[in-house]
Structure formats: structure tokens, C-alpha cells
Nanobody, 122 residues
Framework: QVQLVESGGGSVQAGDSLRLSCAAS????????MGWFRQGPGKDREFVGL????????YFADSVAGRFTISRDDDKKTVYLQMNSLEPEDTAVYYC???????????????WGQGTQVTVSS
């Protein structure tokens, strides 16, 4: 049974920072690319960033590049999304996902968490 559980969401002011966590179980964590996606109110789900199991290497959407970072702890089977300089447009439900390749396409990720809400006020 594969489980991905996000945590760390909350309500913050513009310019603040927040760190999200995604704890995985039931899979060989080190073999998976871990991606972060988000879905704002009335919007489609969009890619945020990813981290591979090799290197590791990271890749981010232009909208968050330079503000967000991703790290992973294979011993704890946990991936982190560090969000700095948050803006109101970052308000969304954030989802963690696991998949076999580095891709920005949500459909190519195999497993998903339940999401955690991030709200940024101006």
C-alpha cells in the first residue's frame, strides 16, 4: 500500500516562508522522482517542482523558480518543499506525487497525496 501524506500547510502573509513535508510509505522511496503540484481556487492543477533520486537534481516552474526549493531525506522517506517570498498567487492546495521519470505532466505520476492547503494573504 503506497501512501503519500502532505503536511505543513497553513495561512501566512505575503513575503513569509513555509515548509511543506510529504511522508511516503509502501514504496522504495529512493527509486522515485518526487513532484509537487498545486491547484488554486477555480484553477487547473499545475506543476510546481520536482526532485529526482539521482544527483539529486531539481526542476521548477518559472512561477516559483528562485523562491522555492526541494529536498529529500531517503532515510525518512520524506520530501520537502521550502517556499520563500510567498505571494497571494501561491494560494492553493499543494499535492505531493511520486513517479518513475522527471516530468511536469501530472498524468505521468503514479501516486498522489491528499493535499495540504496554503493560503497567502496580501
Amino acid at each position: 500500500q503506497v501512501q503519500l501524506v502532505e503536511s505543513g500547510g497553513g495561512s501566512v502573509q505575503a513575503g513569509d516562508s513555509l515548509r511543506l513535508s510529504c511522508a511516503a510509505s509502501g514504496l522504495t522511496f529512493r527509486n522515485y522522482v518526487m513532484g509537487w503540484f498545486r491547484q488554486g481556487p477555480g484553477k487547473d492543477r499545475e506543476f510546481v517542482g520536482l526532485i529526482s533520486g539521482w544527483g539529486p537534481s531539481t526542476y521548477f516552474a518559472d512561477s516559483v523558480a528562485g523562491r522555492f526549493t526541494i529536498s529529500r531525506d531517503d532515510d525518512k522517506k520524506t520530501v520537502y518543499l521550502q517556499m520563500n517570498s510567498l505571494e497571494p498567487e501561491d494560494t492553493a492546495v499543494y499535492y505531493c506525487a511520486a513517479g518513475p521519470i522527471q516530468t511536469t505532466q501530472a498524468a505521468q505520476y503514479h501516486f498522489w497525496g491528499q493535499g495540504t492547503q496554503v493560503t497567502v494573504s496580501s
